[in-house]
């Protein structure tokens, strides 16, 4: 029988409200809001929240730039997602089974590189800050791999939206103590607060010992992942045949699952991984700079916690249960393409941001704008993702999906700080916008090419055997 191509599953039913809520408080879609914390913890720590610390550090903005390829860490996740999907831990994967293993095993190295972190003074060496920084995203990648599959694992591919928008919502909850929780506790821990302020401009306001403390709380915040993982119980585990021999094994574990998913999308799948590649480019090559920013426009770390850390968060949670409800009733694929329209747009009121000055009010309108669409296009891309997943091979294909998403985004990022240095925040921030305009394409061919293969499909006679 010939194999006919596969595509994204037909937009399901459109659920009631009561049915709505429902699904959002299941037990599934509650473990996931924890691990969701647990799994957006480490990202602004090595990420944002370090570039807000190495900045306020004296550090220039083009080595905060190319620091910021630690986090291609994430996007090579792929190469070792099969060991993640398929090879057992000693002891551990026979106590807690083979996804809740890896999670314990990750989130223990999370706390390790945290704790490194918390000790090493970037003003003495770069070297240690970024040696345990590569440890944090190396974990906190791995951690990835191996929930995104409890996640997939957990529910049908109706109720994923649901399940990415409340690990949304504990992920974003975690941005909102890494960010705003990191800037406060550090803010309250230094000696002379007034002074390091009046000197925040020069550098020389930094206080080593009030980031110790706060890296320090943030390590011990990564046991709300560790205490979820040790009650929750691991997913009905999907039966696969055993391996006879090194090569058989080799072949079930890293070939298989890249070579079934362009089996099942064939021609699609160039346009389906191209879409992948660039969706968040513009919320993530804008996000490197956007800590020396607001440092380089005089805000203080108590105005950055409080609006970008705690208002953005929370139009973020708002935008995740908008996109996740609208993909559950509209369809995945146009509330895609609604958060590449907006992800681009809400760009250009940071350009006009830096041209406006240091206003409190004005931050908070841009940042609420631009988490707002940030919320909506996640949860949309989240659920995208895993319709195209198949569960036999769930860990390595998300990976290979998620890690897509950040490479090109991530290797653009690094020269963020010289395209600042050289062009001003505003013109970066503009061009920033205008790398969404490709997405807005490729999300409009890809919804028309599953709309064509779906037709297609319903048109053909059946198969006999």
Not at 74 to 91: H, I, M, S
Not at 273 to 280: D, E, M, S, W
Not at 409 to 438: H, I, R
């Amino acid at each position: 029988m010939a194999e006919a191509a596969a595509t994204p599953p037909a937009r399901p039913p459109r659920r009631s409200f009561k049915d709505t809520v429902r699904v959002y408080l299941a037990p599934e879609s509650l473990r996931m809001l924890f691990l969701g914390f647990a799994a957006g913890l480490p990202l602004l720590l090595v990420l944002g929240t370090l570039s807000f610390r190495l900045r306020e550090a004296g550090i220039d903005r083009s080595t905060i730039g190319y620091l910021s390829w630690v986090g291609l860490a994430y996007g090579f996740k792929w190469a070792w997602a099969p060991l993640v999907d398929r090879l057992p831990l000693p002891l551990l994967t026979r106590w807690l089974g083979r996804r809740r293993s890896w999670l314990l095993l990750a989130q223990c190295g999370v706390m390790a590189g945290l704790a490194g972190m918390a000790f090493a003074d970037p003003r003495a060496a770069l070297g240690p800050m970024v040696g345990w920084a590569l440890v944090v995203a190396f974990s906190s990648a791995t951690q990835d791999i191996a929930l995104d599959a409890y996640r997939i694992e957990s529910a049908p591919t109706d109720e994923q939206p649901a399940l990415a928008a409340t690990y949304q919502t504990g992920y974003r909850l975690a941005m909102i103590w890494a960010g705003a929780g990191v800037l406060w506790l550090a803010a309250r821990a230094e000696v002379v607060p007034a002074a390091a302020q009046a000197a925040q401009a020069a550098g020389a306001a930094y206080q080593n010992t009030a980031w110790q403390t706060a890296y320090v709380v943030m390590a011990a915040s990564m046991l709300v992942g560790v205490l979820t993982v040790l009650v929750s119980p691991e997913p009905a585990r999907v039966a696969l045949p055993p391996a006879r021999g090194a090569r058989e094994w080799l072949q079930g574990a890293l070939i298989e699952p890249f070579a079934d998913f362009f089996r099942r999308y064939k021609w699609q799948a160039a346009l389906i991984l191209a879409l992948i590649a660039v969706y968040r480019i513009s919320d993530v090559v804008m996000g490197i700079m956007a800590n020396p920013f607001y440092v380089d426009m005089g805000y203080t770390k108590d105005e950055v916690a409080a609006v970008t850390k705690i208002y953005g968060v929370i139009m973020t949670l708002a935008g995740a249960f908008v996109g996740g409800s609208l993909s559950l009733r509209f369809g995945v694929m146009r509330i895609l393409l609604l958060g590449a329209v907006l992800s681009a747009l809400t760009n250009l009121l940071f350009a006009w941001l830096a041209g406006y000055g240091h206003s409190v009010p004005a931050l908070i309108a841009v940042v609420s704008a631009d988490n707002l669409a940030s919320g909506i296009a996640s949860a949309a891309f989240v659920g995208y993702l895993s319709s195209l997943t198949n569960v036999s091979y769930s860990a390595t294909q998300y990976a290979l999906f998620s890690s897509l998403m950040l490479m090109l985004p991530k290797f653009v990022a690094g020269f963020s700080g010289d395209y600042v240095n050289a062009f001003g925040y505003a013109g970066f921030f503009t061009s920033t916008a205008l790398l969404g305009l490709p997405v807005v394409v490729l999300v409009w061919a890809a919804a028309r090419a599953a709309r064509a293969a779906r037709a297609a499909q319903t048109d053909a006679p059946p198969s006999s055997a």
